[in-house]
């Protein structure tokens, strides 16, 4: 599939929404701002605006790379992947006032005559680990794969994901669904609407979604204690050697 990338950087004001069914029904709503980046060129804003948004590398795959693109580039060659050089663009939240949390990352690779050969997504959970799955989605940007991450407390790794990636245009429309045994158990799903990576949209975005990323991962954990408290049992979590969430 030939496409040509999107333009970055971007903002998108997003509607994100978390749908859990099995073993009980619960819904969790909340908006959010995310970024579209060139992660070999992160933007940075007027200066005054930088602590509303930074891109580090340490925050992404092994955290001890150079840069982001370096990697990502190292993430694909463990896995025989080589672009050749070609554009990625990124979806991820950047840091606020030092803070930052990225459930979900997600990276999509083109090769130099424009061929997406892959995307990658790279999951972060509120335990300060972190794992990337690769994909290969089809014509319509769809892929499965295999869990092999805890994130939820309340689910234990196994079955599989079933995601809907395609590139982000003017609008951003992303589902992720776990499939297990017996069914679907849960649908995450992220809408957007692109917005130009001005520094007043940043600021609008920013004062009407204060603390973004803290607020992300705030609500993961208040609905958290809830489904705990309506006698959800947690499930044992494994030890995912990874680099964990810093701020500064």
């Known amino acids: 599939m030939v496409t040509t990338p999107a333009p970055a950087p971007a903002l998108y004001d997003c509607a994100i929404a978390h749908v859990r069914t099995a073993p009980m029904r619960y819904v969790l709503r909340h908006r959010t701002y995310m970024w579209l980046i060139d992660p070999d060129r992160p933007p940075e804003p007027p200066h005054l605006l930088r602590p ?95 869990k092999e991450f805890y994130v939820s407390p309340f689910f234990p790794v ?22 297990r045994e017996g069914g679907r158990a849960f649908t995450a799903t992220v809408r957007g609407t692109r917005h130009e990576a001005r520094a007043r949209t940043l600021l609008r975005l920013a004062l009407r979604r204060p603390w973004s990323t803290l607020a992300v991962s705030v609500a993961i954990r208040l609905h958290g204690i809830r489904l705990y408290l309506r006698g959800l049992p947690v499930q044992p979590r494994p030890d995912h050697r990874q680099n964990p969430e810093k701020t500064t």
């Open 52 to 146: 509303l948004a930074r891109f580090e590398p340490r925050d992404h795959f092994t955290g001890d790379q150079s840069s982001i693109r370096a990697g990502l580039d190292a993430f694909l060659a463990g896995h025989g992947v080589d672009l050749d050089g070609g554009p990625v663009v990124m979806l991820a939240h950047a840091r606020v006032f030092g803070y930052v949390f990225n459930p979900l990352t997600l990276y999509w690779c083109h090769g130099p005559d424009g061929t997406v050969r892959c995307v990658v997504a790279e999951v972060h959970n509120t335990y300060g680990e972190r794992h990337s799955y690769l994909l290969s989605p089809d014509a319509s940007g769809t892929a499965e794969v295999g």
């Open 158 to 179: 196994d079955g599989h994901y079933r995601m809907r990636l395609p590139a982000p245009g003017e609008r951003l429309d992303l589902t992720v669904h776990l499939e």
